[in-house]
């Protein structure tokens, strides 16, 4: 009678920084900072000519010119910066505490000659999302090991089955919230559109009015036009260098599981032969 093992589903080990779950307080509090910000500094007496505030006599006076759309896209880039530092953090933990591709490269030549233990042992020392797949892995195959009365085939896709299992537990944690980079990429450009047309708007408004342009009225919504699309591409700009750099890294490290899940499954596939 065949004698077969169930294999262990693989469990998530959380060590360090897993990244924030609850992605709207980030958003929440980066909003908080920008309005309080553009009311109570960009928007103080001291960077103004007179109290009407018609005039600004510095930069911060002319952002608050800008109108209220400054803040809206001034949470927008607090929230790209936030969530910049949130991937950093999760993605150092994730990728452990080497280099991974020493450790990948460590890994293979564990795996050539045959000791299990040196690479659990890397595992161990390593942490992080890969060592966590490849502790998973290399339990499966122990476990394929052990099983009697199947085909070698059927093991190696056990191995792989574990291996992908393993990935998929992974993955929450190297994507979160990079979905809301990658949406501000386009409402950071969108939103600086927006205040660039209320801008030009109060412009024509002024140029219309009694027939003769007011030039206050007008310098106020030709400024607000330009500060909203230079804080509008701004915060675009860095939401896709953000967006890349991250999926790119979040790349490099499936690649290094795909590469380690490989070696694992040749391995067995070298080192046993078919039962009979």
Not at 55 to 74: A, E, R, Y
Request: charged share 15%; net charge positive.
């Amino acid at each position: 009678m065949a004698t077969t093992q169930k294999t262990a589903s693989p469990k998530k080990k959380s060590e360090g920084f897993q990244g924030v779950r609850n992605a709207f307080i980030i958003i929440l509090v980066c909003a908080l900072i920008a309005f309080i910000a553009f009311f109570t500094w960009f928007g103080r007496e001291a960077n103004f000519a007179d109290a009407t505030k018609a005039t600004p006599v510095n930069v911060w006076g002319t952002i608050f010119k800008g109108g209220i759309i400054v803040p809206v896209i001034h949470s927008l880039l607090l929230t790209v910066i936030a969530m910049a530092i949130e991937r950093w953090l999760a993605l150092k933990t994730a990728f452990g505490k080497g280099a991974l591709p020493k450790f990948v490269a460590d890994i293979k030549a564990a795996l050539n000659a045959n000791d299990f233990d040196k690479a659990q042992k890397l595992c161990d020392a390593q942490k992080g999302s890969v060592a966590n797949v490849v502790g998973a892995s290399l339990r499966a195959y122990k476990e394929m090991e052990a099983t009697q009365g199947i085909k070698k085939a059927q093991k190696i896709a056990k191995i792989q089955q574990a291996h992908e299992e393993a990935t998929q537990l992974e993955m929450p944690t190297l994507t979160m919230n990079l979905p809301i980079i990658a949406t501000i990429v386009t409402l950071g450009t969108l939103t600086g559109l927006l205040g660039t047309v209320v801008g030009m708007i109060r412009s024509f408004s002024a140029l219309s009015a009694g027939g003769g342009a007011d030039s206050a009225a007008l310098s106020q919504g030709i400024s607000e036009a330009l500060i909203n699309t230079a804080f509008g591409i701004g915060t675009s700009w860095c939401a896709v260098v953000a967006y890349n750099y991250y999926t790119n890294k979040v790349d490099k490290l499936t690649f290094a599981l795909d590469e380690v899940g490989y070696s694992i499954a040749q391995t067995y596939e070298s080192n046993h032969t078919e039962e009979a």
